[in-house]
């Protein structure tokens, strides 16, 4: 299982499904009801991966990083604990509890670490605690054999694996989890066989994406985030869109509707007729970030620490559907894995190519 | 002694004629620049002095009847594997002068090519290929400097000012090639051409003729090493400004323009006297090293108020990469890397055929390194040297270029059958002369619509191929080393290019 990319542009693709469910009022949502959405388009996958994020997951342990590791062998956890205890202060470590079944065979094994900044650093310095939490999270998948960073957010547990939504959830004991925020993913891997750490979400900090499609641009926006540190590691795609959306909205300071717009950016002839402003706006975002846009088929949910982010490629290859009643606001690949959570949405309908779907908690949720 | 030189018998072409089909029109007399065919009058026939033909097909071209072929001469030496054909024409010839072999066009050895060595990714059932004729594709590529980060108020608006750029259709540009090098004409086609493409040509360093300043907003003006034609009114009359440091044909030294193609309006525009050679220094004088390069940068900058990108040209040679840094780290807002088989006007032959490296190889190196340094951004790269078709500019682009230059190609649409004869400035076609009979065989309003359906048809080809790769946009392209596969080639050379082994 041990896979650690020898090429280096390694990568696979998917057909898959998505879910997310959002209460804005910042109630806890069960984690079943992912499941049961997602598990309603089982047939999107072909269980070589599924997988969810669930924010809200640790309340007793909410300002803590919360490293989720997955170890490929008992002997990697050694130099992973050595290091964080090394780089970080080490708050609380646990095994992911897990239920052994039929379904999931030779799973490897998880652990999960609170961890929190150096007593060293300033904590009112955001940027470089988040800095120093990204370069341990690439270290780790770099250089460390067999171990994999699979969730590293505040309040954050992400909960992924080799098999079907329902299995995975079986053997995650997702019922014991509940958030504000879930995301729910199955997959449908068609280059290399299905692995533990290719499955989805995909996550760095507080962002996690879920991911159907498959990125063509993939050598352009890898080659892009490297150059600012970010080490594409687990094989598959998706990974790099994390990173492009940290990049672009932590370091480089954009809104999530202006990330949105460089991954799916307006067609150069809508621009054209847009007013100076907005063309101005637009034009300096493509020419800027070029090589952050995504091209190819995709539908992605990213979740972060106030919300959802839906978006589809700029023609819309993928199917993305959105519904909603009062504060609860779903979306899915299919309108059926809606229904399966909201059955009497007040609305629902499917977001239009390229145009970003943003959902935040409201200004009074109490997480 | 010898009584005859052995270069004059053993020549390069044999025209044949097929007497019961020629009509003694005298076409091909009057077609031929170089004297290789005549009509003698007392016998009612048209004859051949083979040894000034230069196999550049003007007079088969224009027979009506077909007559003539031009075959290479059968007439052979020995053979022998080290001692090839050229090796001993082009000895006897310096035998016979003393004198540095000139020629024109670009590298004609037989280097591997790794154009030919590199296959497409296209998309099948995971990702759907997207199609050009009922999808938009976009083409559309900005060169210049490229911020690090977009500095936003509190409103979200972008206080941040871009760099200027030059905003191209279709990611191809005609490349430097000089007013004297190529006859008003040829550049009047290039200039319209580019007009009506949206995109750009360069001046080469033979300055700007006044009657083209009404093409200045697609021109790119060149400032050389010899500053033919420089002035503030020329730096500011175009788009952007390229300093020429080198030239993939002759790396590492000046351009030359033989006196003979020295006329009128060539020395007006260069401002030198007609008739005299125009052999531009090996290096800018006020350019000996890096800091000195920057100098001019900020000088041209400062010329044209910080208005226009300044562009910096340099051969593809081994250091090739870490040159590159330099420059982008000198202030330049574009980079373009003229690989060895870029063509010339005029070249010393040794130079052309062994000095500098494959533009494919080089442009690999170069976005590979301003990558590793992180400058990338802040530079665009302009690959040129030799593309023939717009599968090598796919290919040039996924390997990081965002532009191509391209000159031979656009000499071959005017009517160039490569005969190499630039340097002579009797070209049969009408290019590469100013002698003012020749120069009108190019027609600029023909000769410019022939360009546009070139570029035309490579762009289509473009999207067509960006299409079936599931890309509906060419900075997703843009050092996508991933739909690449090397076929044919040794591991150090999958390495060089940053590609992988088909099949893997």
């Known amino acids: 299982m041990g896979i650690k990319s020898s090429t280096p542009y390694g990568k696979d693709f998917g057909g898959c499904g998505l879910a997310g469910i959002i209460d804005r009022s910042g109630k806890s949502v069960a984690g079943n009801m992912i499941v049961s959405s997602l598990t309603s388009m089982k047939d999107r996958g072909n269980g070589l991966g599924s997988g969810y994020a669930v924010y809200g997951a640790y309340p007793e342990f909410k300002d803590n990083f919360g490293v989720h590791v997955m170890y490929n062998d008992a002997g990697a956890r050694e130099p992973v604990e050595q290091l964080l205890k090394t780089k970080l202060k080490l708050v609380h470590a646990e095994p992911v509890p897990v239920k052994k079944i039929h379904a999931i065979a030779d799973p490897p094994e998880f652990w999960r670490y609170f961890v929190d900044p150096p007593d060293s650093m300033d904590k009112t310095d955001e940027d470089a605690i988040d800095d120093l939490i990204v370069n341990i999270v690439m270290d780790i998948n770099e250089r460390i054999d067999n171990a994999y960073v699979v969730s590293s957010g505040k309040n954050l547990g992400v909960f992924k694996g080799v098999g079907h939504p329902d299995a995975i959830a079986e053997f995650f004991k997702m019922q014991d989890y509940s958030g504000y925020l879930l995301l729910g993913h199955t997959r449908f891997p068609t280059n290399t066989p299905g692995w533990w750490g290719g499955a989805h979400p995909f996550t760095i900090l507080d962002w996690s994406i879920v991911h159907n499609g498959e990125i063509s641009s993939y050598g352009t926006n890898k080659r892009y985030v490297e150059m600012f540190g970010y080490k594409c590691t687990l094989l598959t795609d998706t990974e790099v869109v994390a990173y ?7 370091k480089k300071g954009l809104s999530l509707a202006a990330a949105a717009s460089v991954l799916a950016p307006p067609f150069w002839k809508d621009i054209e007729d847009m007013d100076p402003h907005k063309k101005d706006y637009y034009t300096a975002l493509r020419v800027s970030y070029a090589n952050a846009s995504l091209n190819g088929p995709f539908a992605i949910l990213m979740g972060f620490d106030n919300g959802i982010l839906g978006l589809n490629d700029r023609i819309k290859l993928r199917p993305l559907i959105v519904g909603k009643k009062g504060d609860i606001v779903a979306i899915a690949s299919e309108e059926s894995a809606i229904r399966e959570v909201i059955p009497e949405p007040d609305d629902v309908w499917a977001p239009k190519a390229g145009e970003p779907i943003i959902v935040t908690l409201k200004e009074d949720a109490k997480q | 002694m010898l009584y005859k030189n052995p270069y ?7 025209v044949q004629r097929d007497i019961d089909k020629c009509i003694r029109c005298k076409a091909c007399v009057t077609q031929c620049s170089y004297g290789a065919n005549y009509y003698d009058a007392d016998r009612d026939l048209i004859y051949s002095l083979d040894h000034n033909c230069v196999g550049c097909m003007r007079c088969s071209t224009f027979c009506p009847t077909d007559c003539i072929s031009i075959v290479r001469n059968p007439d052979a030496f020995r053979l022998n594997a080290n001692w090839k054909d050229h090796n001993i024409k082009d000895l006897y010839k310096q035998a016979g002068t003393g004198g540095i072999i000139i020629t024109g066009m670009g590298n004609d050895k037989p280097f591997t090519n790794y154009w030919e060595h590199m296959v497409v990714d296209a998309c099948q059932v995971t990702n759907p290929s997207i199609d050009p004729l009922r999808e938009p594709m976009e083409l559309k590529t900005f060169l210049g400097r490229k911020p690090d980060k977009l500095e936003m108020n509190k409103n979200g608006d972008i206080t941040t000012k871009l760099a200027p750029q030059l905003i191209l259709e279709t ?36 300055g700007l003729p006044k009657a083209l300043y009404g093409y200045g907003k697609n021109t790119i003006v060149q400032c050389a090493s010899g500053r033919f034609g420089v002035s503030p009114e020329y730096l500011n009359a175009g788009a952007a400004i390229e300093i020429k440091i080198g030239q993939g044909a002759k790396p590492g030294i000046g ?35 890096i800091e000195d390069l920057k100098q001019l940068i900020y000088a041209l900058k400062e010329a044209t108020r910080y208005e226009k990108p300044i562009s910096v040209k340099i051969a593809a040679v081994h250091n090739v990469a870490a040159i590159a840094s330099g420059i982008a780290r000198a202030g330049a807002d574009i980079i373009a890397v003229d690989g060895f088989r870029g063509g010339t006007g005029a070249a010393p032959k040794a130079i052309r055929d062994n000095v500098g490296i494959p533009t494919e190889v080089a442009i690999a190196a170069v976005d ?53 004869q630039c340097h002579r400035g009797r070209c049969a076609w009408g290019i590469t002369t100013n002698d003012p009979e020749l120069s009108k065989r190019v027609n600029p309003e023909l000769a410019a619509e022939r360009l546009v359906n070139l570029i035309h048809a490579w762009s289509n080809e473009i999207k067509e191929m960006l299409g079936l790769m599931g890309i509906n946009s060419i900075e997703s392209l843009k050092g996508n080393r991933d739909r690449l596969r090397g076929v044919g080639l040794s591991e150090v050379e999958l390495q060089a290019l940053g590609i992988k082994q088909a099949g893997i």
């Open chain 2, 255 to 289: 351009g030359h323009l033989p006196g003979e193609k020295v006329l009128e309006g060539i020395s007006e525009t260069r401002m030198i006297p007609v008739g005299t050679d125009a052999i531009s220094p090996a290096p800018h004088h006020d350019i000996y090293s």
């Open chain 1, 244 to 250: 492009l959306l940290d990049l672009l909205i932590r």
């Open chain 2, 171 to 206: 990611p191809i540009m005609f490349s430097a090639m000089s007013y004297g090098s190529i006859n008003y004409n040829v550049c009047e086609s290039v200039a319209r051409a580019s007009k009506e493409l949206g995109i750009f040509w360069n001046t080469g360093e033979g």
């Open chain 2, 368 to 420: 590979e390194r301003l990558r590793q340094e992180g400058i990338r951004n802040e530079v665009s790269l302009v690959a040129a040297g030799g593309f023939r078709n717009s599968s090598d500019i796919i290919k040039a682009i996924a390997l990081g270029a965002d532009a191509v230059y391209i000159a031979t190609s656009a000499l071959m649409a005017v009517g160039c059958t490569l005969c190499q």
């Open chain 2, 8 to 14: 004059n018998h053993y020549f390069d072409y044999v």
